[in-house]
């Protein structure tokens, strides 16, 4: 009688060892998953593509935006994620309020394969306070533009682009990088259609 306690006793205990192992391993894969330089989710263009598409977007507007110029120019696009996210549109707005005034560049999670092959880079964002969030600071931050050609294109109510893309261009000529003006996508996609034809960027 001993001797199968024992034995249920040692099952049982196997049991709970596994189950603990499993959920261990669980979390450590979640925390992964949020560390810095994760790397990027790569919507593929042309094989040979060295136009590169970065975008961040909080509601999906500049996502819809960064598809439709993908659809375009068949360049890769990758989409730009800060480690720590952005919790809704409120903690967004007195977060990103906070960083612009501080100067804070928030760690980048996306780390972008082979950037060195892309000799063309559009940087997609939504304008907060009259300029790019914070985040796209820490892309120049974090690599290097230098020889590269950087084209911005921003999402807003009313904004025009004029007032973000003086930044951008700061942060391209520091780095040695060209720029071309951008444009403010606010669903009007023949604009954008003839603003890619005039920068070649058409399929």
């Given at each position: ?139 120049f931050d974090d690599y290097n533009f230098k020889g590269k050609t950087v084209i911005?294109f921003t999402t807003s109510m009313s904004t025009p682009i004029s007032a973000s ?9 520091e780095d040695g990088a060209k720029f071309k003006n951008g444009i403010r996508y ?18």
């Open positions: 009688m001993k001797y199968w306690k024992k034995i249920v006793t040692f099952l049982g205990l196997g049991l709970l060892l596994v189950l603990f192992t499993s959920a261990c391993s669980r979390t450590t894969g979640s925390k992964s998953a949020s560390k810095p330089n994760t790397p990027a989710k790569v919507s593929k263009g042309n094989k040979n593509s060295k136009t590169l598409i970065l975008y961040f977007s909080l509601s999906g507007t500049t996502k819809g935006a960064a598809e439709y110029i993908h659809k375009q120019t068949g360049a890769d696009m990758i989409r730009l994620h800060p480690k720590t996210p952005y919790k809704g549109y409120d903690n967004a707005a007195s977060r990103g309020d906070r960083e612009r005034r501080r100067n804070i560049h928030p760690a980048l999670a996306t780390k972008i394969p082979n950037f060195s092959k892309y000799t063309t880079v559009l940087i997609g964002y939504p304008t907060w306070w009259q300029r790019p969030p914070m985040l796209i600071h820490t892309l911005p893309e003086k930044v951008i261009k700061q942060l391209a000529q606010d669903d009007n996609d023949s604009q954008v259609k003839k603003w890619l034809q005039n920068l070649g960027l058409t399929e």
